[in-house]
C-alpha cells in the first residue's frame, strides 16, 4: 500500500515551478528589456555645438562623431536585442523541458501499477491538458520564430543606417578637406599680409594701395571662409538632424516590435502557467482517486491472494498424492522389465558359455600350433641371422663392387657418347674436305600387302660397317610372283637392265647360289629406324645452312618406296623438312643470344612434266598440262621462268610467293596448304603417287649488328617423283608422259651429277627444270645429301637394285676439292 501511494507524493510538483520566470513578469524587472526600451542619452551630450564665430575644430575621429555614436548604440542595442532574445528562448526551452518531464512523469504513474485501468476516466481529462500545454508550447516557440524574425528586421533596418552613416562620413570628408585648403590659403594671406606690414614701416603710397588690396582680399577670404564655415554647419546640422531622425524611426519602431513581442510572450507564458496550474489541480484529483482505488484493489487483491494460496495447496496436495500413485506404477513395471531382463540375460549367458567353451578349446589347439611354428621360426631366424652375419662382409664388398661397375659404366657411356659425337664431327669434317656428294640410304619397312610376296629379308646392313654397308639377296626362285624375273642377272627391266650390276659387285656367296651385292653409303638405315634417328645424321648439315651455306637434300628412290615419308612425314611423325626448320628456328634462338637475327623465308615449288607450279600461290590449283617446251604457267596465267642472279650466281624462279616464315607453326600452315596442292595422281604402283619433284626453300638471312656480319644460307629440300620402270607400272595417255618426264629429269639429275664430278667444262644444268633449278645448289660449294630411298617388296627388287647403283654412283662422285679418280658416266647401259 505504502508502495503505491508515494508516488502522488513524488509527481506532484511545487506549483512555483511552472510558473515563468518572476523576472519575466514585469518588463521592467529585465535589465536588457528596459535598456532597449531607454532612449540612449548620450547622444545629445556628444553632439558639439556648432559654434559660427570662432574657427572651426578640425573633428576628432576620422568619421563622423554623432553618426558613429549612433552606430555603435544600435550595435549596442542589438546585442542587448539578441542576448535578451536567447535569454527568453533558453528560459521557454528550460520551461518546456520540466513541462515534458512533467507530463512523462504522469504517463508513467498511469501506466505502473494495476489500477491503470480504472484511471480511463480521468486520463481523457489529464491527456486533453497535455495537448493544452502541447498547443501552449508550440505557440511559444512560434512567438519565439516571430521575435527573431523581428530581430534579423532590425538588423536590417541596422544595415541601411550604416550605410547612410558612410555616405555621411564620405561627404564630411570632402568638406572637410575643402575646409584645410581655405584655412592653408588664409594663413599664406595672413603671412603675406605680416611680410607687407613689415616691409611697410615706411609705405609709399602704392605699396599702402597694395596693402590695402590686400586687406581687401583678406576680408573678402575671410567672409568667403565665414560663409562656408556657415554652410558647413547648416549641412552638418542638417546631417544630424537627418540621422536623428532616421535613428528615432528605427528606435521607435524597434521598441514597438519588441514590446509587442514582449507582450505576446507575456500572455503565452501566463496562458501555460495557467493551463498547466488547471492541469496540475486535475491531476491532482485524479491521483487522490487512483490512491482511493488503489488502496481497494489491494484489499481485493489480498483476499483473492488468500483464496488462490488455498487453491494452491489443495492442489499440491492432490499432486503430490497423483505423484505417489505414478511412482508406484513405475516401480511396478521396473520391477517386471528388470526380471524380464535378467531371464533373457540368464539364457544369453547359458548360450555364450556353451560357445566360450568350444572357442577356448579351438583356441587352445591354435595356441599349441602357434607356439609350436614360433619355435621354427625363432630357429630358423636364428639360423638366418647367423648366415647373414657370416656373409655380410661379403654383402658389402659386392655392393661396393656393384657401386664401382655402374659407375664405370655411366662413365665408359659418356666417353662412347662423347666418341660417337666425336667421330660425327670427324666424320662430317672428312666429308666436307672431300667434297663429296653424301648418300643416305633408307629401307621402309613391308606394308601389309607386301608381307605374303616377300617371306624373306633381302636387304641387310652390314653388321660390321658401322651402319655403313648393305647386302642385298636377290629373290629365291620360289619367292615372290616374278622375282625370278626380277633377277637382276637375268635381264629384268629396261630402264634397269642386268647389265648395270657389275660383276665385281656380284657376291662370291658362300652357301648359296643366290647372288649378293655389297654396296657402302654414307648411312644405311634400315626399316626399324625412326624419323628422328634419320633426322639425327642430317641435323648438322641443316645446321649449316644458318651458317651461311647452301643445302640441298633430296629423296631419290623408286615411287612408293617412302621418299614423301622420309621428306614431308605425317603430322605425328614429321619428316626431314618440318624437323629441319624446328632445328633451324631452334638455333637462331641460341644464336640469338649472341647478338644474330634470322629471317626465314620460304618458297614452296612443284616441277610437273617440266612445269613449274607455285605450290603457295594463292589461287594454286590443280596441275594442269603446259604445252611441250614452254614456260610454266600458274593457274592464273603467271609464267614462271627460272633465273639466275648475275651478281651472286643463285638461280631462282621469277614470280614465285615469297612466304615469311617466323614459327614452325607457319611452316605447318604451308605444308599443309602446298599438300592439297600438290598434283598427285593413282598408278598401279602407289595408290597416292606423287608424280612431281616438289621443292622447298627456305631463305635464311642472318644478322649480327655488333659483329658487323651477315649471313645467306639455302636450304633446299627436295622430294623427287619416283622413278619407275614404264613396261612395269603399265602406265599409259598422261601417265606415260608423266613418267617419261620423271623419268628424263631425273636422267638429267644423274647427268649433271656426273658432269660436276668428272669435272667438265659444261654441266648440262640446263637439261631439266630440276637441274636449271638447282644449279646453286650442286654447285661446288654447296653441301648436299641425297637419300635413296628403296622398298624392301620382291616385286619392286630390280628397280630397287637399279635405286641403290645409281645412288652407288653418286656416292663415288667427289665434287669440291678432291680429286677425281676416275671417270663416272650415268648413262652407262
Ligand atoms: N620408314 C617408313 N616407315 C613406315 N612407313 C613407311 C616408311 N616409308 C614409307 N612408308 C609408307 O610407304 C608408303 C609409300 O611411301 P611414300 O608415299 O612416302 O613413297 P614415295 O616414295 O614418296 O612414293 P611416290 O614417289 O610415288 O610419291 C606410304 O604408305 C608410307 O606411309
Redesign the pocket.
Known amino acids: 500500500m505504502s508502495n503505491l501511494q508515494c508516488p502522488v507524493n513524488r509527481s506532484r510538483a511545487p506549483p512555483s515551478r511552472l510558473k515563468p520566470p518572476t523576472k519575466l513578469e514585469s518588463p521592467t524587472a529585465a535589465p536588457c528589456a528596459s535598456a532597449l526600451l531607454q532612449p540612449p542619452r548620450a547622444r545629445d551630450e556628444n553632439r558639439a555645438p556648432a559654434n559660427g564665430a570662432s574657427a572651426p575644430a578640425p573633428p576628432t575621429s576620422p568619421a563622423n562623431p554623432v553618426t558613429a555614436q549612433v552606430v555603435s548604440e544600435a550595435r549596442t542595442r542589438s546585442s542587448q536585442l539578441s542576448s535578451f532574445m536567447q535569454e527568453t528562448q533558453r528560459r521557454m526551452e528550460e520551461q518546456e523541458r520540466r513541462l515534458q518531464s512533467m507530463i512523462r512523469h504522469q504517463q508513467q504513474q498511469m501506466a505502473s501499477g494495476p489500477v491503470a485501468a480504472s484511471r480511463n476516466g480521468s486520463s481523457g481529462t489529464v491527456a486533453a491538458e497535455l495537448e493544452a500545454l502541447h498547443a501552449m508550447i508550440t505557440s511559444q516557440k512560434h512567438l519565439i520564430d516571430t521575435l527573431q524574425l523581428e530581430k534579423a528586421q532590425v538588423s536590417n533596418a541596422l544595415q541601411a543606417e550604416r550605410l547612410s552613416k558612410q555616405m555621411l562620413d564620405n561627404e564630411v570628408t570632402q568638406r572637410k578637406a575643402r575646409w584645410e585648403q581655405a584655412e592653408q590659403r588664409l594663413l599664406e594671406l595672413e603671412r603675406q599680409l605680416a611680410e607687407e606690414r613689415a616691409r611697410a614701416r615706411g609705405p609709399t603710397e602704392e605699396e599702402v594701395a597694395r596693402q590695402r588690396a590686400l586687406e581687401r582680399d583678406c576680408a573678402e577670404l575671410e567672409q568667403a571662409l565665414a560663409a562656408e564655415r556657415h554652410q558647413h554647419q547648416k549641412t552638418m546640422e542638417e546631417n544630424e538632424a537627418e540621422v536623428r531622425r532616421a535613428r528615432r524611426l528605427a528606435e521607435d519602431e524597434a521598441d514597438a516590435r519588441l514590446r509587442q513581442a514582449t507582450r505576446m510572450l507575456q500572455d503565452g507564458v501566463e496562458e501555460a502557467r495557467r493551463s498547466a496550474e488547471t492541469a496540475h489541480a486535475q491531476l491532482a484529483q485524479a491521483e487522490t482517486r487512483a490512491t482511493q482505488l488503489r488502496a481497494q484493489l489491494t484489499e481485493h487483491e489480498a483476499a483473492a491472494a488468500r483464496s488462490r494460496q488455498a487453491i494452491e495447496q489443495l492442489e499440491a496436495d492432490c499432486q503430490r498424492l497423483q505423484r505417489q500413485t505414478d511412482d508406484l506404477r513405475a516401480a511396478l513395471q521396473r520391477e517386471q522389465d528388470e526380471r524380464g531382463r535378467v531371464e533373457s540375460e540368464r539364457d544369453a549367458a547359458r548360450a555364450d558359455a556353451t560357445q566360450l567353451r568350444a572357442s577356448c578349446t579351438s583356441m587352445q589347439n591354435a595356441l599349441a600350433a602357434v607356439q609350436a611354428e614360433k619355435a621354427a621360426l625363432e630357429s630358423s631366424v636364428g639360423t638366418h641371422q647367423r648366415r647373414v652375419q657370416e656373409h655380410a662382409g661379403e654383402i658389402d664388398e659386392l655392393r661396393a663392387q656393384i657401386k664401382r661397375q655402374l659407375r664405370s659404366i655411366a662413365e665408359m657411356e659418356d666417353q662412347a657418347r662423347e666418341d660417337e659425337r666425336a667421330r660425327r664431327e670427324l666424320h662430317n669434317l672428312v666429308q666436307e674436305l672431300k667434297g663429296n656428294i653424301r648418300v643416305f640410304c633408307?629401307i621402309?619397312?613391308l606394308?601389309d600387302v607386301e608381307r605374303a610376296t616377300t617371306p624373306e629379308n633381302l636387304f641387310q646392313p652390314v653388321a660390321r660397317s658401322r651402319g655403313r654397308g648393305l647386302e642385298v639377296y636377290a629373290p629365291t626362285e620360289d619367292g615372290a610372283a616374278g622375282a625370278g624375273k626380277s633377277r637382276p642377272g637375268g635381264g629384268g627391266g629396261g630402264e634397269c637392265p642386268a647389265a648395270l650390276l657389275p660383276p665385281t659387285h656380284a657376291a662370291v656367296s658362300s652357301n648359296a647360289e643366290r647372288p649378293r651385292w655389297a654396296f657402302q653409303f654414307d648411312r644405311v638405315f634400315d626399316?626399324a629406324?625412326t624419323q628422328s634417328d634419320v633426322f639425327e645424321e642430317i641435323s648438322q648439315l641443316v645446321q649449316s645452312a644458318l651458317d651461311g651455306y647452301k643445302v640441298c637434300i633430296f629423296?631419290y628412290?623408286?615411287?612408293?618406296?617412302?621418299?614423301?615419308?622420309?621428306m614431308l612425314g605425317g603430322a605425328d611423325d614429321p619428316g626431314m623438312i618440318p624437323r629441319s626448320v624446328q632445328q633451324v628456328f631452334e638455333h637462331a634462338a641460341r644464336l640469338a643470344e649472341q647478338g644474330w637475327q634470322f629471317t626465314f623465308h620460304a618458297v614452296f615449288l612443284e616441277i610437273y612434266n617440266e612445269h613449274i607450279r607455285d605450290l603457295l600461290a594463292k589461287d594454286a590449283g590443280t596441275a594442269s598440262a603446259a604445252p611441250d617446251g614452254g614456260d610454266s604457267a600458274g593457274n592464273s596465267g603467271t609464267r614462271y621462268v627460272i633465273k639466275t642472279d648475275p651478281q651472286t650466281g643463285t638461280t631462282f624462279v621469277s614470280d614465285l610467293r615469297l612466304v615469311p616464315v617466323r614459327t614452325p607453326a607457319d611452316l605447318q600452315r604451308l605444308l599443309a596448304s602446298s599438300a592439297r596442292h600438290r598434283a598427285t595422281a593413282s598408278t598401279l604402283?602407289?595408290e597416292?603417287?606423287?608424280r612431281s619433284h616438289s621443292v622447298f626453300r627456305l631463305y635464311i638471312r642472318g644478322d649480327n649488328t655488333e659483329q658487323q656480319q651477315h649471313t645467306y644460307g639455302l636450304l633446299n629440300l627436295i622430294?623427287l617423283?619416283?622413278s619407275e620402270r614404264l613396261a612395269r607400272s603399265h602406265s599409259q595417255g598422261d601417265r606415260l608422259r608423266e613418267t617419261q618426264h620423271i623419268n628424263r629429269s631425273l636422267s638429267a639429275l644423274g647427268d649433271v651429277i656426273a658432269a660436276l664430278a668428272n669435272r667438265d667444262k659444261h654441266v648440262p644444268f640446263r637439261n631439266s627444270k630440276l637441274t636449271h633449278l638447282l644449279q646453286d645448289s650442286l654447285g661446288g660449294d654447296s653441301k648436299t645429301l641425297m637419300f635413296v630411298?628403296i622398298s624392301p617388296s620382291t616385286e619392286s627388287f630390280p628397280e630397287t637394285l637399279c635405286s641403290l647403283r645409281f645412288a652407288a654412283k653418286v656416292n663415288a662422285c667427289e665434287i669440291g676439292t678432291a680429286q677425281r679418280t676416275q671417270r663416272i658416266s650415268f648413262r652407262e647401259g
Open positions: 633408307r621402309r619397312p606394308l626399316a629406324s629423296a628412290g623408286q615411287t612408293g618406296s617412302g621418299k614423301t615419308h622420309t604402283m602407289n597416292r603417287s606423287s622430294d617423283a619416283g630411298n
